[in-house]
């Protein structure tokens, strides 16, 4: 088992920066890939970033592209998240997730077997 400890969320303005954090405990080597997902109010839980532990490929949604950087700390067990640029429709639930291997999209939800609990972003224009 993996627990997975997000912080770092918060109130900004638009075109402000937040950087979110995600500690991993346990089974750690458990996560093959790692990734953000995004859940607003009345819309599916969308991936963000994602990022294979091993190798270090990753990969974003459009949307985010030029403005997100998603980074790890093998050391730390740690998953990061660089928001820049940020606009009012990033609003939103933050998750920070893990994966064993699997041939699903990186960017899918349905890749990953643990889940943080979530931490608010919230854009105001």
């Known amino acids: 088992q993996v627990q997975l400890v997000e912080s770092g969320g918060g109130s900004v303005q638009a075109g402000g920066s937040l950087g979110l954090s995600c500690a991993a405990s346990?089974?750690?080597?458990?996560?093959?890939?790692m990734g953000w997902f995004r859940q607003a109010p009345g819309k599916e839980r969308e991936g963000v970033a994602a990022?294979?532990?091993?190798?270090?490929?990753?990969e974003y949604a459009d949307s985010v592209k030029g403005r997100f950087t998603i980074s790890q700390d093998n050391a730390k067990n740690t998953l990061y998240l660089q928001m820049n640029s940020l606009k009012p429709e990033d609003t939103a639930t933050y998750y920070c997730?893990?994966?064993?291997?699997?041939?699903?999209?990186?960017?899918?939800?349905?890749?990953?077997?643990?889940w943080g609990q979530g931490t608010q972003v919230t854009v105001f224009s």
């Open positions: 997730a893990g994966g064993r291997p699997t041939l699903a999209p990186l960017l899918h939800p349905i890749g990953y077997n643990y």
């Open positions: 346990g089974d750690t080597d458990d996560n093959y890939r």
């Open positions: 990022i294979y532990t091993g190798g270090g490929a990753t």
